[in-house]
């Protein structure tokens, strides 16, 4: 079957190749085509299934219409829900996103920010790993635009959307603390990670505050390799410690302690409280406290940003962005 052109379209409509052609580039605004041909135009061009020549536009443009995004972990349900939704509102930009994790690792890090700027994509979303400064540094010296999700960089000009993770962790800590807990666990992924971080010191805040020591053999962070044996010998040393309540400072952490708590007779006789609420939690037999994080707005919010740098190439402006989260209590709706 032939492929349908911009001219095909124009002659079903009676219009000229260059209506057509200045509508499906997303510049009929600047010209004087009505908003009534424009949506003919857009609507045709979908009934006939057209399809840009990506590398004539490219060639013509100076852009790929694709962006790059590396994650931690695209298996985690976090950032699979993140990536579903900057993916569907890319498309309605016309772009198109090429994903990676990284593993946590700064060498497959690196790795994937070569390829993608071998891809000559237009903007690269990160959500960076430790030690991934050099990499970053590169993209900021070749002028990519990108965007930091999840985590902020301390010290490099890069604009960065996360949640409130002090608010969040203190306000989950308050909550223990206001049902008479008094030795609350703390279970991290790589406390070093500045979200990780930013969690524990709302941790730790909402205890000084309350007259609450910081007993730091209560508090574990487990490293990505070996993953599910470093949570079990982790949850082990807090249940010998005595806790009698866990915060849990990501989703993954938290749906592998409950694999590892069920070892323990008494785990139901503690209270959980966890930072997001991945959809694992509703077969837990036991009560978690969440805080849901805004995933769809954390993708929007990271586009909007994105996309100022790709179309507005003297947009420097760098943007340190905080959204505010939801507590999720069972049984309340």
Do not use: W
Not at 78 to 93: P, S, T, Y
Not at 122 to 150: F, H, N, T
Not at 198 to 213: D, I, P, Q
Request: some cysteine; aromatic content about 6%; proline content about 3%.
């Amino acid at each position: 079957m032939a492929r349908v052109s911009i001219k095909d379209i124009a002659e079903k409509l009676g219009v000229s190749s260059a209506t057509v052609s200045l509508v499906l580039n997303e510049k009929d605004k600047d010209s004087r085509i009505g908003k009534e041909v424009a949506e003919k135009v857009r609507q045709t061009a979908i009934e006939m299934n057209y399809r840009p020549n990506m590398a004539a536009r490219s060639l013509r443009t100076g852009k790929t219409k694709t962006l790059g995004l590396i994650v931690a972990d695209i298996s985690n349900p976090f950032f699979a829900k993140l990536a579903r939704h900057i993916e569907n509102i890319a498309e309605v930009k016309g772009y198109q996103v090429m994903f990676g994790s990284s593993d946590e690792s700064s060498a497959k890090f690196e790795g994937l920010i070569h390829l993608f700027i071998e891809k000559n994509v237009d903007g690269i979303i990160v959500v960076p790993p430790q030690d991934s400064e050099k990499a970053m540094m590169e993209l900021v010296k070749r002028k990519v635009p990108v965007v930091s999700v999840d985590r902020g960089i301390e010290g490099l000009p890069v604009s960065s959307i996360q949640i409130d993770n002090i608010g969040a962790s203190f306000q989950l800590t308050n909550i223990l603390l206001e049902q008479g807990c008094k030795r609350i666990g703390f279970m991290a992924y790589n406390i070093n990670l500045p979200n990780i971080k930013k969690r524990y010191e709302g941790y730790a805040k909402a205890l000084e505050m309350n007259g609450v020591l910081v007993d730091n053999d209560l508090v574990r962070s487990v490293s990505f390799e070996n993953f599910e044996e470093n949570v079990k010998q982790a949850i082990a040393a807090l249940m010998a410690k005595k806790v009698d309540s866990v915060v849990f400072a990501t989703n993954r952490v938290g749906v592998q302690s409950l694999i590892a708590l069920r070892e323990f007779k008494n785990y139901r006789d503690l209270k959980y409280v966890s930072i997001d609420n991945p959809d694992e939690y509703i077969f837990a037999d036991i009560d978690i406290t969440c805080i849901e994080q805004p995933v769809k707005e954390l993708g929007e919010r990271t586009l909007d940003i994105l996309f100022k740098y790709i179309e507005n190439p003297k947009y420097k402006i760098v943007e340190s962005v905080t959204l505010q989260t939801n507590i999720v209590v069972p049984g309340e709706n």
